[in-house]
């Protein structure tokens, strides 16, 4: 719905990628029914390139990495594209949107599973933000589409069909009333066409991040497909031991919200950063140093992380998974941890 | 759109003409290929000026008046050639320019002051492509549709299908012109441009331009390459193509004007290849001595404009000095211009921002607590 708002509204001339137009509409779907939407051919850097001539050209692309463990062939683009405007002094804007989904959790085996925002935010020249529900989803596409700059939205997978507890302002309050409107028919399609419903706009600014749960035991860093297992973690938390926390959703990995986080920090004196990315130079990592270097005074007990393994990718049993990323009950116990050690 | 391949229609800051006295042919001629007295006085005088700047910047990159040189002698006949028939302008009426760091000739072509070349080798806050950011020839002209060069082999490759998608879109007979040197066509980036600009019923008008030197910095082509002729990789695409000698410019200046006319009209993509020489090395880096071994492009249409009582050697003479000290004056000016600053290090890496809550206006360091 943010896409055909953008197509609608706010000058998107391209949404393409690999199965992003017709007949599939995207392998999540995500792209039915799109007047702009075209299908490419299966080569990420062509897609990359792509958009960025026709944003030269004054167009506004919204091109999609099917899975971002994909992304890794066009990371030197990427950084062209990021560079463009620093390298021609101020001269060229690169104002493209690259969607891609992130994370593990649907099962996606060693080449669906990666996370890429620890990447991503090395990017100089890019902004990076990553929604955890859909209406956030929403206002950082629309933000995305409108920033003159390239945005990369990465949409946690495991996220992508959950449901929301805010509707997107103008969305159907039946959700089955929604998917008879915009889902496509299985099997022929060739006559179908969308029924949109009169969504209005919405922004989440980039660089906002939000408090999604309030407390003062503990801050609690996190991004992605962690969100709701911190904010269902603190909820039982604090029906169990009283303990409460920050919970605060980064939405934006770059440019990040250290008002919001600092001042969490200052409050709380205790800092746990979680998410499902690789520990090796993570990006929680860099949260992890200002942390230290700007609230070393502040910090009750010792700041700590919860991370991905350093492993090769993610096998497919299930075993692999759970014991590769964090999990629910590893979530928990960290939050618990914190709030448990004595100051 | 102006035509131009039209000489009267070359404007005075292209290089003008030159008078001769006595009786001069109408025409120069290659075989097949004729090229008009005039054009052909009009693109010996833009040879002459980009080699000069070439020599100067080498001269710089020894002295210590720049710090790195790279560059393209031996390919003036295709630069100046293509430089002189591009429809310059800003969005996509007109031709886009996806270069890579060999093609000065292209830009004096156009009419770019050969200041603006040494200012960026130079390094000045003035560099009006980089600001002093990026090496020489790394040019960016939004006015005239010249994208970022980057060091970057190859990447220009797969952003030409994108301008041509709207300049097909667009209507009109602006087309986007990609060019690179023989070995960046091992990147895969080079097929992905053939594959995306001739997409079956969504053919894009992109000029492929191939200059092929030989060489990839020490490597030769022959031991890396199968293929004997790069434009016959367009083959299975169905795209046209043709190869030519790059060191007669008469040769390349009609085939540049038929590629040209076949991407503009037909809307599809066509790949030239020019075999030219490799005149100072790949760059500063490998010392950027002359090889004397190599045919010289210039120096052989010198001698057919000689031969052909077109121009003579006193002519040759004042145009030689006349180019020279136009680069003189340059790198004389640019030694007295600003520097970057270290306030000037973050700026342009954002472009102004509505929707960006931390950096509405440009990058200002890591983000901070509100006051």
């Given amino acids: ?343 | 759109m102006a035509d131009s391949n039209d000489p009267d229609d070359t404007p005075a800051d292209r290089g003008g003409r030159l008078g001769t006295a006595g009786f001069i042919p109408a025409v120069v001629r290659s075989g097949r290929d004729a090229m008009s007295t005039e054009v052909a006085l009009t693109v010996f005088r833009q040879m002459v000026r980009t080699r000069a700047l070439e020599e100067r910047g080498i001269k710089m990159s020894k002295s210590g008046e720049a710090y790195f040189w790279i560059g393209g002698p031996g390919e003036e006949a295709v630069n100046v050639c293509l430089g002189l028939q591009v429809n310059k302008g800003a969005g996509p009426a007109y031709d886009y320019l996806h270069l890579h760091y060999r093609n000065a000739g292209i830009l004096l072509g156009m009419g770019m002051p050969m200041l603006d070349h040494v200012r960026q080798l130079a390094m000045t806050a003035t560099d009006r492509h980089s600001m002093g950011r990026n090496f020489v020839g790394h040019y960016a002209m939004p006015e005239w549709n010249v994208v970022p060069v980057t060091s970057v082999i190859e990447v220009q490759m797969v952003m030409a299908p994108g301008t041509a998608l709207m300049q097909k879109r667009h209507g009109g007979e602006g087309i986007s012109i990609a060019v690179s040197g023989d070995a960046g066509t091992a990147e895969g980036d080079f097929e992905s441009c053939l594959l995306w600009s001739s997409r079956p019923g969504n053919e894009l008008p992109v000029l492929t331009v191939v200059t092929n030197n030989g060489y990839g910095i020490s490597v030769t082509h022959d031991s890396q390459h199968a293929v004997k002729h790069i434009a016959r990789r367009a083959d299975p695409y169905g795209i046209r193509h043709e190869t030519i000698d790059g060191n007669d410019p008469v040769v390349v200046w009609n085939a540049v004007a038929r590629a040209m006319r076949y991407v503009r009209t037909q809307r599809k993509p066509f790949v030239l290849e020019a075999m030219v020489s490799r005149l100072h090395g790949h760059s500063s880096s490998s010392g950027a001595q002359r090889n004397w071994q190599e045919a010289d492009c210039l120096a052989l249409f010198e001698q057919k404009l000689i031969d052909g009582g077109v121009i003579d050697a006193d002519q040759v003479a004042a145009l030689r000095e006349e180019a020279k000290a136009e680069a003189d004056d340059a790198a004389v000016t640019v030694a007295g211009e600003p520097r970057p600053t270290p306030l000037d290090v973050p700026l342009g890496t954002y472009a102004p921002s509505a929707v960006d809550a931390v950096y509405p206006k440009d990058y200002t360091g890591l983000p901070q607590r509100r006051r």
């Fill in chain 1, 1 to 343: 719905m943010a896409l055909h708002y953008g197509e609608e509204h706010l000058g998107v001339t391209d949404v393409f990628g690999e199965d992003v137009g017709p007949p599939l509409g995207g392998v999540f779907t995500a792209t039915q029914g799109l007047k702009t939407a075209w299908n490419s051919p299966l080569d990420e850097r062509g897609i990359l390139g792509t958009a960025m001539g026709i944003a030269y050209a004054g167009g506004k692309p919204v091109c999609e990495i099917q899975f971002c463990d994909y992304a890794f062939n066009s990371i030197d683009l990427m950084k062209v594209a990021g560079n463009q405007r620093w390298c021609s002094a101020g001269a060229f804007a690169m104002p493209i949107v690259v969607m891609t989904p992130n994370g593990a959790g649907i099962r996606g085996s060693i080449y669906h599973s990666h996370s890429f925002e620890s990447w991503a935010s090395r990017l100089a020249g890019w902004k990076v933000v990553m929604p955890s529900n859909p209406l956030d989803a929403y206002g950082l596409m629309l933000a995305a589409i409108q920033d003159p700059n390239p945005v990369l939205v990465l949409l946690p997978k495991a996220l992508m069909r959950v449901k929301g507890d805010q509707p997107i302002p103008g969305e159907p309050a039946d959700s089955d009333d929604l998917g008879r409107m915009i889902d496509a028919p299985i099997g022929d399609r060739t006559d179908w066409r969308p029924n949109w419903p009169a969504v209005e706009e919405y922004i989440v600014p980039i660089g906002k991040a939000a408090r999604v749960r309030e407390g003062h035991s503990a801050t609690v860093l996190t991004w992605g497909r962690l969100v709701p297992l911190c904010a269902k973690a603190a909820d039982e938390l604090a029906r169990e031991f009283g303990h409460t926390y920050d919970v605060i959703d980064l939405r934006s990995i770059f440019p990040y919200d250290w008002d919001l986080i600092s001042r969490s920090i200052e409050k709380t004196g205790r800092l746990l950063i979680a998410n499902e990315d690789t520990e090796v130079t993570n990006f929680g990592e860099h949260l992890l140093r200002r942390a230290i270097d700007e609230h070393f005074y502040d910090l009750l007990v010792k700041p700590r992380t919860l991370m991905g393994k350093h492993l090769p990718g993610i096998g497919m049993n299930q075993v692999y998974e759970d014991n590769s990323v964090p999990q629910y009950p590893d979530v928990k116990a960290a939050m618990r941890d914190i709030t448990a050690e004595p100051a």
